[in-house]
């Protein structure tokens, strides 16, 4: 398939690993716009950023050969990748120029003398545990706001097996864009989720980054330098965006958009997808048991909240004592009521999490413990050092993977 190829980044950058965001030194990054024949001129395009660590310097020979087999990027130094590092920054390409561009041989050379992914292996074992993000961005097209918040929202409604796709759990410096609302997604309206996107925008450490003028960049994925892998993680970001758009701009049903609809399109995905199905007991569980594990944690300790608060509705319910204000009763009874009563486990957490983080819980019952000493007063102390003692885990973010 021909390539058009207005400019080629490596005719007009130094053949060297120059300084952090050396980048910013080209003034249109659109002239250097990759697409095959036969694509329109605004296809949407994808730029990979490429982290590399070598026990040795880079040789200005190795160097040479990197742009003589792959002229459409610039090296960079990235102070955050240990050892001698070049961070690969391509020039933004249409997913099916991708297919054609021989990236291959770029990541095939650069393990061939010495270099890995940011703490891989040599051997870039992909099951290893990964520090590195394999940061991808994505150009904006008409509405992307909007696309964006839909996005977050689907990563946030299937971080599991998002995560496990990516092969990297969210961290410090790739973190789940909505976490902190702490409810599930489905309270809140697209125009809501865009608008709370918005206000947190000039955060770069999130996994959806909105900082860049005419990209958004996915830092999820691990950085690996196996092809098959990225070539996976950019036909699925490229498939998200292409789903979401489609949503948004009434081309598709929001009720569509699953995990099979954005990951049944590509050369590479569907065939991974299916490799991750087929040995998930090796796959899947990596991940799988962490989550179960703090699952299983912050169940125990939900029951301990439960049962306190029960104790105490009981007690003020057979003391029926007139100095207890009916307002401090409902108030116990609320927070038994959105605990037992929520539907997901984010639900829960963020219900026991809010009581856990409550100052005073009841401005009442303080006022009748001072002068009281009955089952009242004994099972709202209970209730406290509960609430005291126990922790409440973070069921999703920072997964390492351990095995």
């Known amino acids: 398939m021909t390539l058009i190829i207005n400019k080629v980044l490596g005719n007009d950058v130094p053949h060297e690993i120059m300084g952090y965001h050396s980048w910013q030194s080209v003034s249109n990054m659109d002239d250097y716009r990759i697409r095959c024949e036969g694509e329109p001129e605004d296809v949407q395009t994808i730029g990979l950023e490429i982290e590399i660590s070598k026990p040795t310097r880079f040789t200005q020979a190795q160097i040479d050969k990197m742009f003589e087999i792959f002229p459409y990027m610039q090296n960079e130094t990235d102070s955050s990748v240990p050892g001698y590092s070049c961070e690969a920054i391509t020039q933004p390409m249409s997913p099916q120029a991708w297919k054609e561009v021989p990236l291959k041989e770029l990541l095939e050379y650069v393990q061939s003398i010495g270099g890995c992914a940011y703490?891989?292996?040599?051997?870039?074992?992909?099951?290893?545990?990964?520090?590195?993000?394999?940061?991808?961005?994505?150009?904006?097209?008409?509405?992307?706001?909007?696309?964006?918040?839909?996005?977050?929202?689907?990563?946030?409604?299937?971080?599991?097996?998002?995560q496990i796709i990516c092969h990297r759990g969210f961290t410090y410096y790739a973190k789940n864009n909505l976490a902190p609302l702490n409810k599930s997604m489905k309270r809140y309206s697209l125009e809501y989720i865009q608008n709370y996107m918005r206000s947190y925008a000039d955060e770069h450490r999130n996994s959806l980054n909105l900082q860049h003028s005419k990209t958004i960049e996915f830092r999820l994925p691990v950085g690996t330098l196996d092809y098959e892998l990225k070539m996976s993680h950019i036909e699925f970001l490229n498939n998200l965006y292409k789903c979401c758009d489609d949503v948004v701009h009434g081309r598709a049903r929001i009720d569509r958009l699953t995990i099979n609809?954005?990951?049944?399109?590509?050369?590479?995905l569907p065939k991974y997808m299916k490799e991750l199905c087929i040995s998930c007991s090796k796959k899947l569980v990596?991940?799988?048991?962490?989550?179960?594990?703090?699952?299983?944690?912050?169940?125990?300790?939900?029951?301990?909240?439960?049962?306190?608060?029960?104790?105490?509705?009981?007690?003020?319910?057979?003391?029926?004592?007139?100095?207890?204000?009916?307002?401090?009763?409902?108030?116990?009874?609320?927070?038994?009521?959105n605990i037992t009563g929520a539907t997901t486990i984010d639900d829960e957490v963020f219900y026991v999490k809010g009581l856990k983080g409550q100052n005073v819980i009841s401005r009442g019952l303080d006022e009748y413990s001072d002068s009281h000493n009955n089952e009242i007063t004994r099972c709202y102390a209970k209730l406290k050092k509960v609430l005291n003692e126990i922790e409440i885990p973070v069921i999703y973010e920072d997964l390492k993977g351990e095995k």
Request: hydrophobic share 40%; glycine share 6%.
């Open 286 to 337: 990596v991940l799988d048991k962490v989550i179960k594990a703090r699952v299983d944690e912050f169940t125990v300790n939900k029951f301990k909240v439960v049962k306190a608060l029960n104790d105490l509705q009981l007690a003020l319910a057979l003391a029926n004592d007139a100095t207890i204000r009916q307002g401090s009763i409902n108030t116990i009874n609320t927070h038994f009521t």
């Open 261 to 268: 609809k954005v990951c049944q399109d590509g050369d590479f």
């Open 119 to 162: 703490s891989v292996t040599n051997t870039d074992d992909p099951n290893e545990p990964n520090g590195c993000g394999g940061h991808i961005h994505i150009s904006k097209g008409q509405d992307w706001e909007k696309v964006v918040a839909l996005m977050a929202m689907f990563i946030d409604q299937n971080k599991e097996i998002v």
